[in-house]
C-alpha cells in the first residue's frame, strides 16, 4: 500500500541553524501539506501545496518557513533560523482527487 | 469560528464496550469531517470519515454520528479491544487544511 515517507525520524539542531525536513508524498497525489504537533498538543496545519505554489497557510507558517518541491517526488520544510518553540513533530500529508489526507509517520524536532 | 471541540480528554473502556468520543464545531463552511488514530511516536491514520450530507457512516467495529443542525459529530467504536488503545483525533476540513480537535485518549482495558 502506498504511504507518505518523511526523513529524517529525528533531528536535533541548535537555535538558530536552519533545517529541512523532507518528504516524499503518495506518488499521484496531487495536494501536499505540512502540518506539527508541539507535544501533547492537537496537529495544528501550517502550509498547503499544489500546483508549485502554497495554496494556503497558517499564521505560524512566517518568513522563517518555506516549503518546494524540488523534483518530481520530494517535498521539503525548510525552517530558515530555528527557535526553541519550534521544537514539534513535523507531520507531512498528501492526498489525490478526494478529500483524503493521509499522512507521514513524522520527523521530530528537537531544537537545544 | 475555526475550532472543533473534542470530548473527553481521555476515556477508559472495558473490552467488549463501546467507545464514544464527541466534536462539535461552529463554523458550517467545514465540509469533510474524518477521524484519525494515532499511537505514540506515529503520525495520525485516517480511520473513517463523512461528508455533512449523510447522517451516519459505518465502518466495521467504527460508526461515525452526524448532527448537521446540531454542527456535532461522534465516533463510536463498538466491541473495542486493547489494540484500539490510541490517541483519537477528529478533525473538520475549510477549504483544503484540517483542523483538529484536541484528541482523546483511549485505554481499553482487557
Known amino acids: 500500500e502506498p504511504e507518505v515517507t518523511q526523513t529524517p525520524s529525528h533531528q536535533v539542531t541548535q537555535m538558530g541553524q536552519e533545517v529541512i525536513l523532507r518528504c516524499v508524498p503518495i506518488?499521484?497525489?496531487?495536494?501536499f501539506y505540512w502540518y506539527r504537533q508541539i507535544l501533547g498538543q492537537k496537529v495544528e496545519f501550517l502550509v498547503s501545496f499544489y500546483n508549485n505554489e502554497i495554496s494556503e497557510k497558517s499564521e505560524i507558517f512566517d518568513d522563517q518557513f518555506s516549503v518546494e518541491r524540488p523534483d518530481g517526488s520530494n517535498f521539503t520544510l525548510k525552517i530558515r533560523s530555528t527557535k526553541l518553540e519550534d521544537s514539534a513533530m513535523y507531520f507531512c500529508?498528501?492526498?489525490?482527487?478526494?478529500?483524503?489526507?493521509?499522512f507521514g509517520p513524522g520527523t521530530r524536532l528537537t531544537v537545544t | 469560528q475555526q475550532q472543533v471541540k473534542q470530548s473527553p480528554q481521555s476515556l477508559i473502556v472495558q473490552k467488549g464496550g463501546i467507545s464514544i468520543i464527541n466534536c462539535a464545531y461552529e463554523n458550517t463552511a467545514f465540509d469533510y469531517f474524518p477521524w484519525y488514530q494515532q499511537f505514540p511516536g506515529k503520525g495520525p491514520a485516517l480511520l473513517i470519515a463523512?461528508?455533512?450530507?449523510?447522517s451516519e457512516k459505518k465502518e466495521g467495529r467504527f460508526t461515525i454520528s452526524f448532527n448537521k443542525s446540531a454542527k456535532q459529530f461522534s465516533l463510536h467504536i463498538m466491541d473495542s479491544q486493547p489494540g484500539d488503545s490510541a490517541t483519537y483525533f477528529c478533525?473538520?476540513?475549510?477549504?483544503?487544511?484540517?483542523?483538529f480537535g484536541a484528541g482523546t485518549i483511549l485505554r481499553v482495558k482487557s
Open positions: 506518488s499521484n497525489h496531487l495536494y
Open positions: 500529508a498528501s492526498t489525490g482527487e478526494s478529500y483524503e489526507q493521509y
Open positions: 478533525a473538520a476540513m475549510y477549504g483544503n487544511k484540517l483542523v
Open positions: 463523512i461528508r455533512p450530507d449523510v
